[in-house]
């Protein structure tokens, strides 16, 4: 599975911003699909999940500003990050599970300046 995500950029504090991603390649069925980030000095997190279902999964420190969703037809998901905080500054990495295991996109910076 290849992924290519987009949409990451500079965001005043408060601001919105939404970050797509998008699956291709050979592959049958796609499980969760999610969102993690890495900060600068810091270990990636988990930001937000889905299930092929529609269930989702939220980090504490996104929860009520973040919503993660999925386009099972493009093979698409998006993260909409609202009332952006410096503190959610980092590379966002989409992730994908498929039966034959994981594959992460590339990374899109997200940048709120304090």
């Known amino acids: 599975v290849q992924l290519q995500a987009s949409g990451g950029g500079l965001v005043q504090p408060g601001g919105s911003l939404r970050v797509s991603c998008a699956a291709s390649?050979?592959?049958?069925?796609?499980?969760?699909m999610g969102w993690y980030r890495q900060a600068p000095g810091k270990q990636r997190e988990l930001v937000a999940t889905?299930?092929?279902?529609?269930?989702?999964n939220y980090a504490d420190s996104v929860k009520g500003r973040f919503t993660i969703s999925r386009d099972n037809t493009k093979k698409m998901v998006y993260l909409q990050m609202n009332s952006l905080k410096p503190e959610d500054t980092a590379v966002y990495y989409c992730n994908v599970k498929t039966i034959s295991g994981e594959s992460w996109g590339q990374g899109t910076q997200v940048t709120s300046p304090a």
């Open positions: 390649g050979g592959f049958f069925r796609i499980n969760d």
């Open positions: 889905i299930t092929s279902g529609g269930s989702t």
